[in-house]
């Protein structure tokens, strides 16, 4: 285990343990966190601990061409039963993915600090939202860390309020970073709900490959 200080670091993403835990300690500054995105590295831990950066393995991804689009899906999105809109307001995405209350969960990882610290990558233009609309309120969203085009969007979380508005999110983001000739959409860890999406889990060792490729 490694502990940060001031000094602006990471270890090797091969150095973590085998629950993906790479480092303890340090900030959530802006530089810092985009040395780790860039670096194959996310923070994730509760409010009122340690920050812990993580670098897991295997590593949960989306490859574009194997986005499943249930037929009941397409059917909500070719009515149009909602509104897509990209980074309009990132702040009450990432508000509302703090508040979600999510099944076996007690409580959030999304603290007010980290609201805090992405909202500045937001204005840097390195963190991004998805807002899905139904009548003009905010019923879905997600938000991530955005490597730019021709290289990696990093999911981080997603609400919905509604059947099937996060889902629009995701859909409609994989969509559109396929169109931009992004490699992937990194997910992080698995879940049922991603793999449902047509998400699947990869060793860390070809996500490290896909990310620091040119």
Not at 59 to 77: A, G, N, P, T
Not at 145 to 161: A, Q, R, W, Y
Not at 193 to 209: A, K, N, P, V
Request: charged share 25%.
């Amino acid at each position: 285990m490694y502990y940060l200080f001031n000094d602006l670091f990471f270890p090797p993403v091969t150095e973590a343990d085998e629950e993906g835990i790479l480092a303890i300690g340090g900030d959530l500054s802006s530089e810092r966190l985009q040395l780790a995105y860039k670096s194959g590295i996310f923070p994730w831990f509760n409010e009122g601990e340690p920050i812990l950066w993580w670098a897991p393995d295997p590593r949960m991804v989306l490859f574009f061409d194997e986005l499943v689009i249930s037929k009941s899906m397409r059917k909500i999105l070719n009515q149009k039963m909602f509104k897509v809109t990209y980074n309009k307001n990132f702040r009450e995405v990432i508000s509302n993915c703090q508040q979600i209350k999510r099944d076996g969960q007690n409580g959030t990882w999304i603290s007010d600090e980290m609201i805090e610290a992405y909202c500045k990558l937001n204005e840097e233009g390195f963190a991004k939202s998805v807002e899905v609309w139904q009548d003009e309120v905010l019923v879905g969203g997600l938000y991530g860390i955005d490597l730019g085009k021709g290289n990696v969007f990093c999911g981080e979380s997603m609400f919905s309020k509604v059947s099937n508005a996060s889902k629009t999110a995701f859909i409609a983001l994989a969509l559109y970073l396929k169109k931009e000739n992004y490699k992937l959409l990194d997910c992080q860890v698995y879940n049922a709900h991603l793999e449902s999406l047509g998400c699947r889990e990869i060793d860390r060792e070809e996500f490290m490959s896909i990310l620091k490729s040119k």
